[in-house]
C-alpha cells in the first residue's frame, strides 16, 4: 500500500511564500513523476506543476515565475515553493506521484489528502 502525506498549507497574506511538502511511504518500485495539483470552489482540478523523475518541469502558465517545483527522490518528497501569492492561488492542493509499486504493476497515479491554502487579500 503506498501512502501520500502532504503538509505545509495555512493562512498567508499576499505576496507572501508557502512552502508544501508530500512524501510517499509504503511498497514502491519506481516513480515515473510526481506533482502537484489545486482545487478551487467551484472549479477543476487543475495542474499546477509536475517533475519527471528525469528532472523536467512543467508549470501551469498563472504559476510560472512565482511557483518551484523540487525533488528528493531518495526521500520520496516532492515540494512547492509557493512565493508572491495572490488571493486567486486560494485552493485545495494535492500532490500526485506516478509511480510503480513493483516491476510486475503498471504505473498507478496516487493521491493525497490535501491541504488548504488560503491567500488574504
Same mark, same amino acid.
Given at each position: 500500500?503506498?501512502?501520500?502525506?502532504?503538509?505545509? !498549507?495555512?493562512?498567508? $497574506?499576499?505576496? +507572501?511564500?508557502? /512552502?508544501?511538502?508530500? =512524501? @510517499?511511504?509504503?511498497?514502491?518500485?519506481?516513480?515515473?513523476?510526481? !506533482?502537484?495539483?489545486? $482545487?478551487?470552489? +467551484?472549479?477543476? /482540478?487543475?495542474?499546477? =506543476? @509536475?517533475?519527471?523523475?528525469?528532472g523536467s518541469t512543467n508549470y501551469a502558465d498563472s504559476v510560472k515565475g512565482r511557483f518551484t517545483i523540487s525533488r528528493d527522490s531518495a526521500k520520496k518528497t516532492v515540494?512547492?515553493?509557493?512565493?508572491?501569492?495572490?488571493?486567486?492561488?486560494?485552493?485545495?492542493?494535492?500532490?500526485?506521484?506516478?509511480?510503480?509499486?513493483?516491476?510486475?504493476?503498471?504505473?498507478?497515479?496516487?493521491?493525497?489528502?490535501?491541504?488548504?491554502?488560503?491567500?488574504?487579500?
Open positions: 500500500q503506498v501512502q501520500l502525506v502532504e503538509s505545509g !498549507g495555512g493562512l498567508v $497574506q499576499t505576496g +507572501g511564500s508557502l /512552502r508544501l511538502s508530500c =512524501a @510517499a511511504s509504503g511498497t514502491i518500485f519506481s516513480i515515473n513523476a510526481m !506533482g502537484w495539483y489545486r $482545487q478551487a470552489p +467551484g472549479k477543476q /482540478r487543475e495542474l499546477v =506543476a @509536475a517533475i519527471t523523475s528525469g515540494y512547492l515553493q509557493m512565493d508572491s501569492l495572490k488571493p486567486e492561488d486560494t485552493a485545495v492542493y494535492y500532490c500526485n506521484f506516478n509511480l510503480r509499486r513493483t516491476v510486475l504493476t503498471a504505473h498507478l497515479d496516487y493521491w493525497g489528502q490535501g491541504t488548504q491554502v488560503t491567500v488574504s487579500s
